[in-house]
């Protein structure tokens, strides 16, 4: 036994379980509940799916095998295969299309909808109260910002005060000072004025009595 021949007689094998796998799933489809009949009818189809993706790789490895005896044996299996197949697809659709006409399972598949709308539904109104809670966490953000903004303002309005009464006492403080140097500087000059008059005068004063000793 070649390698080619042993690699497709383990697929034989290989399809051979899938091929009984699809009839014994497809046996089970009628009758089950509508979600049960779902999952069931997806893992068929996959099989379905493996069981022709096997074959086809069959094909391909067909090409290695060079003993016309084998190759027709070989390929006889994978027409065989390939006929089961195709019965499996097709069985598959018309139970598909007698559970679109079944009254049971259509009751099903409405009240399946109807559960599924209303759970959407319910997910919409919980996701409107959290956008109204989130919305009210904000505007409860925003007020207390709003509070400590407005006092913030108000001290600053209140150091603007303190600023403002402490310049009009500088002012007031700078005027006096302004006042008391003019007044000092007028009683500087009066003082000079004063010391150069008894100056002149005692000056005179001398001059004239040194002009009697003269005499």
């Given amino acids: 036994m070649s390698a080619a021949t ?18 014994s799933d497809m046996g089970r489809l009628d009758g089950q509940p509508l979600d049960k009949r779902r999952a069931l009818d997806a893992e068929i189809e996959r099989k379905i799916s ?10 391909a490895d067909l090409r290695s095998v060079t003993q016309q005896s ?18 499996v697809i097709e069985e ?3 139970k598909r299309r007698a559970a679109e006409n079944d009254p049971a399972l259509r009751q099903q598949q409405q009240l399946a909808n109807n559960y599924e709308k209303s759970n959407q539904i319910n997910d919409n ?6 956008t109204g809670n989130n919305t009210l966490a904000t505007g409860n953000t925003i007020m207390a910002t709003l509070v400590d903004d407005r006092k913030h303002l108000e001290h600053i ?5 303190k600023i403002d009464q ?13 006042r008391r140097a003019c007044c000092n500087g007028v009683i500087a000059w009066i003082i000079v004025i004063l010391l150069a008059i ?8 001398k001059i004239h009595k040194n002009n009697n000793k003269s005499k």
């Fill in 6 to 23: 042993s690699k497709l007689d383990n697929a034989l094998s290989e399809a051979e379980g899938l091929l009984d796998q699809i009839k």
């Fill in 50 to 59: 493996s069981l022709e993706n096997l074959l086809n790789k069959m094909t």
């Fill in 70 to 87: 084998s190759k027709s044996f070989y390929e006889g299996e994978i027409k065989n295969y390939r006929a089961e197949h195709s019965k």
């Fill in 92 to 94: 598959l659709r018309q």
């Fill in 125 to 130: 109104l919980d996701e409107a109260i959290r």
């Fill in 157 to 161: 309005d209140s150091n603007l005060d």
């Fill in 166 to 178: 402490q310049a009009e006492q500088g002012n007031k403080t700078t005027k006096d000072m302004l």
């Fill in 198 to 205: 008894i100056f002149f005068a005692s000056l005179g004063y």
